[in-house]
T-cell receptor, first 111, second 115 residues
Framework: RKEVEQDPGPFNVPEGATVAFNCTYSNSASQSFFWYRQDCRKEPKLLMS???SGNEDGRFTAQLNRASQYISLLIRDSKLSDSANYLCVVTDSGGYNKLIFGAGTRLAVHP | SAVISQKPSRDICQRGTSLTIQCQVD?????MFWYRQQPGQSLTLIAT?????????ESGFVIDKFPISRPNLTFSTLTVSNMSPEDSSIYLC????????????FGPGTRLTVL
């Protein structure tokens, strides 16, 4: 079983749509959680951290369910510029800041 | 965030040769990381590099194949030794700015093709 699992997609949605991505992780001792986005042929960039209470940043909302080891990302009012690969990332339970990356969910927003 | 640069941005190399990739950060950082991203795959951590100590390698990666230097708090190098086509990949460095956030910022990557 992969340490971080994501639906690879692609999700093809029209502009203005709401889209949700899910992610599950296997290590119950993971402490920190993130969503990164990676554009084609670019480096990953931090989109947002994910907190137990849930958090929102503009059109983006992230949720964490520790009991189910499940993370979600909701994007409202999709823009063309949201097209990217969205990586679910969790920290390892080790003593240093090792990040475990999911393979990503690809989003394509079309006009 | 941090400003991170990598050199070279891309290279095409012959099998059996070695390539050293440089990573420069605009400010001092404690931890630097080296990742590999093979075509169509996600990122895999190669090693963690702290200044003044030996790099810590992940399972499946060894120092003889991927020697790392960390001479100061703003710079690190990764060498890919005795390359084979299987080493064709994107190599990325990242930094952790600390403050217990565990967020990492990535350099632009080095795209390596081994013939």
């Amino acid at each position: 079983r992969k340490e971080v699992e994501q639906d690879p997609g692609p999700f093809n949605v029209p502009e203005g749509a709401t889209v949700a991505f899910n992610c599950t992780y296997s290590n119950s001792a993971s402490q920190s959680f993130f969503w990164y986005r990676q554009d084609c042929r670019k480096e990953p960039k931090l989109l947002m951290s994910v907190y137990s209470s849930g958090n929102e940043d503009g059109r983006f909302t992230a949720q964490l369910n520790r009991a189910s080891q499940y993370i979600s990302l909701l994007i409202r009012d999709s823009k063309l510029s949201d097209s990217a690969n969205y990586l679910c990332v969790v920290t390892d339970s080790g003593g240093y800041n090792k990040l475990i990356f999911g393979a990503g969910t690809r989003l394509a927003v079309h006009p | 965030s941090a400003v991170i640069s990598q050199k070279p941005s891309r290279d095409i190399c012959q099998r059996g040769t070695s390539l050293t990739i440089q990573c420069q950060v605009d400010s001092q950082v404690t931890m630097m990381f080296w990742y590999r991203q093979q075509p169509g795959q996600s990122l895999t951590l190669i090693a963690t590099a702290n200044q003044g100590s030996e790099a810590t390698y992940e399972s499946g990666f060894v120092i003889d194949k991927f020697p790392i230097s960390r001479p100061n708090l703003t710079f690190s190098t990764l060498t890919v030794s005795n390359m084979s086509p299987e080493d064709s990949s994107i190599y990325l460095c990242s930094v952790d700015r600390g403050r217990a956030t565990y967020t990492q910022y990535f350099g632009p990557g080095t795209r390596l093709t081994v013939l």
